[in-house]
């Protein structure tokens, strides 16, 4: 297929800073204490206990033997800024000076808000809802156990608050890891339904840097369906086994390397898959990979024609579709994705998760009152064109 390129697109300046020390691999939790100062007090936050059964909290412990430190658990999955602030207290009480995060993206995303919090003065919710300025934060290292969200080498956090039944992100470089310990083993424990889940939010993170338009950016591009195509060949793999090493490594690599600013360098994103999903999980608690399942046909379906060079672009090159008219080559594209998704029993419309057109009105009026009246590609997602995606999927 020939690539058409609009001259007025370019690839856009882009600065890319990312410190995070990454250290993969079997066996390196042991070395922990390489790369936190000795002096540190460390508070160790951890979700609901999962990392009591696969054995990470008796290495981390190990690990730290000659270390003052004290933890707090019970973060729950799309963490809530309520459990946060009692961290906060936590950490103010006790003089804590660095944040260690055991766990998936609930734990590290609500240990990133946690050591800006402490700093901030005011209310912190206003990190989340009025974008305000964070100064400083704690640092904070981090042992992935989740392959999924890409927080692990990021600068986002997404945070819920129970009380307004609401689900924001922010991104501020201060609250990166110093260093992310990825050793696939350690997945090797989760339920296949958190595999799938992996899979798929990793999926859907390149596509939200990649499905827009042609940029002048084949590298960006390429690096895009490389990690695409990895996790189409090793997804269904680790589904089936989640204590395959080489599926488990490969898995870890593409979700950290799904999100860690590289393949967004200079070319335009998307994210109204994600903006809508949000919604999803604040008013009826679905997973988040599987609230994208459902909302990634809908946007295609709705944007066809404007996207439609990045489609067939997709079609041919990571999903291989070699005959039809366009139109045909859009419709199979759309048609295989969903059934990658459901193949590692992700349900893809609306009604398989008891949601109606209520919560539609519900979201849409919520946009409108937050202003987000031209989301996402080109501005394209306006208030209107949120219902007509979500119908798509009732
Ligand atoms: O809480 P525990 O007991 O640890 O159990 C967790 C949790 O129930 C369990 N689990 C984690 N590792 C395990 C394990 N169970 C057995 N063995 C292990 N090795 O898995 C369950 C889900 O964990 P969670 O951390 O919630 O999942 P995930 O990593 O998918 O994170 C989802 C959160 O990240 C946000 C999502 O919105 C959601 O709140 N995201 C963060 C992003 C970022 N910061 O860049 C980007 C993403 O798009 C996403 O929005
Ligand atoms: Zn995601």
Known sequence: MDTVLNEDYIMENFEYYNPVKILFGKGKIEELNKHIPKEKKVLITYGGGSIMKHGVYDQVVKALNEYEFIEFGGIE???????????????????????????????????????????????????LAGEAEITRALPLGVILTLPATGTEMNANSVISKRSTEEKLAFANKKVMPQFSILDPVIPASLPKKQVANGVADSFVHVIEQYMTYPAHAPLQDRMAEAILKTLLEEGPKVYKNPADYHA????????TMALNGLISCGVPGDWIIHNIGHELTAFHGIDHARTLAVVLPGVWKVFRDEKKEKLLQYAERVLEITS??????????????????????????????????????????????RDWKELGDRGMGTPEKVREILEKQL
């Open 77 to 127: 999955p799309n963490p809530l800024h309520e459990t946060c602030m009692k961290a906060v207290e936590l950490v103010k009480k006790e003089k804590v000076d660095f944040i260690l995060a055991v766990g998936g993206g609930s734990v590290i995303d609500a240990s990133k808000y946690i050591a800006a919090a402490v700093y901030f003065e005011g209310d912190p919710w206003d990190i």
């Open 324 to 369: 039809g008219t366009e139109e045909e080559i859009i419709d199979q594209a759309i048609k295989k994705t969903t059934e990658f998704f459901e193949s590692l029993d992700i349900a893809t419309r609306l009604d398989k998760y008891s949601v109606e057109n209520s919560t539609i009105d519900k979201i849409v009026d919520r946009f409108v009152s």
């Open 248 to 255: 488990m490594a490969n898995l870890m690599w593409c979700s």
